[in-house]
């Protein structure tokens, strides 16, 4: 399986070493249940990576696509 083709999930916030491990593994998308950081969305959009966050009970805000 390639990583490009996988999603990542996260019950935790989004600091920006995560997101910046998520790039590194060439993930496209990370979805998390709780609010990242300000740094973490800025490399996500920096990096082309969707980020969606609170994501939890069918709801969610992406906040790069």
């Known amino acids: ?3 490009a083709d996988c999603i990542l999930y996260s019950s935790g916030r989004v ?3 995560m997101i910046e491990k998520v790039g590194n593994a060439n993930i ?3 979805v998390a249940k709780a609010l990242p950081t ?3 969305t800025q490399y996500a959009k ?3 990576i969707v980020l969606i ?3 939890r009970n069918g709801e969610y805000e992406i906040f790069n696509q």
Do not use: G, H, Y
């Open 53 to 55: 966050a609170r994501a």
């Open 46 to 48: 920096d990096n082309n």
């Open 1 to 3: 399986m390639n990583s």
């Open 28 to 30: 496209p998308i990370l």
């Open 15 to 17: 600091p920006l070493d």
């Open 38 to 40: 300000d740094k973490a």
